[in-house]
T-cell receptor
Framework: DQQVKQNSPSLSVQEGRISILNCDYT??????FLWYKKYPAEGPTFLIS?????DKNEDGRFTVFLNKSAKHLSLHIVPSQPGDSAVYFC??????????FGAGTRLFVKA | GAGVSQTPSNKVTEKGKYVELRCDPI?????LYWYRQSLGQGPEFLIY????????DSGLPNDRFFAVRPEGSVSTLKIQRTERGDSAVYLC??????????????FGPGTRLTVL
């Protein structure tokens, strides 16, 4: 039972345009959501997070939107840069302990 | 400062053998997590330590898997009677503390385990 789903295995975007990565979840007990970025042969690195009491969090070029009624969140990257090419994981936790990750979306940003 | 380190970076073993994977968390981090990542999948939670005790081991797939953190710092993931299906990248992460509010987890580079 996949509690966190990233239905797009890959996404290709032109440099300078917006990248939108989507994530759906099923567990209504999740109260914290995160996005991690992963380069090959490295561990995931934290990118941005959002608490369930908010619907938007912004950090520079990265914005995460949360729609609790739809159990959906998205990561927007504007403008996209070639260095953003990586695998992006959506993750969620309930109470700050066990974290459930999605399968990831590979983002390609073309120069 | 030093990040999370994991040793070995690669481990090749034969089916039925015993392996130990080591994780050195960031100094001062009280929470430590083990994940397993199979090809094409996201990290899968295995176990979480708060200090020396395993606070949640619900992700360990079976009793062949065991993890310890005897002094509240370094942790070892132990796999007995390895099977080919255990082949994966094993990731360790640590965070400053854990509680009702989420704390960012810092990941190590992982140990790639291959069971022949």
């Amino acid at each position: 039972d996949q509690q966190v789903k990233q239905n797009s295995p890959s996404l290709s975007v032109q440099e300078g345009r917006i990248s939108i990565l989507n994530c759906d979840y099923t567990n209504s007990m999740f109260d914290y959501f995160l996005w991690y970025k992963k380069y090959p042969a490295e561990g995931p690195t934290f990118l941005i997070s959002i608490s369930s009491i908010k619907d938007k969090n912004e950090d520079g070029r990265f914005t995460v939107f949360l729609n609790k009624s739809a159990k959906h969140l998205s990561l927007h990257i504007v403008p996209s840069q070639p260095g953003d090419s990586a695998v992006y994981f959506c993750a969620a936790s309930a109470g700050g302990f066990k974290t459930i990750f999605g399968a990831g979306t590979r983002l390609f940003v073309k120069a | 400062g030093a990040g999370v380190s994991q040793t070995p970076s690669n481990k090749v073993t034969e089916k039925g053998k015993y392996v130990e994977l080591r994780c050195d968390p960031i100094s001062g981090h009280t929470a430590l997590y083990w994940y397993r990542q199979s090809l094409g999948q996201g990290p899968e939670f295995l176990i979480y330590f708060q200090g020396t005790g395993a606070a949640d081991d619900s992700g360990l797939p079976n009793d062949r898997f065991f993890a310890v953190r005897p002094e509240g710092s370094v942790s070892t993931l132990k796999i007995q009677r390895t099977e080919r299906g255990d082949s994966a990248v094993y990731l360790c992460a640590s965070s400053l503390l854990a509680g009702r509010s989420y704390n960012e987890q810092f990941f190590g580079p992982g140990t790639r385990l291959t069971v022949l």
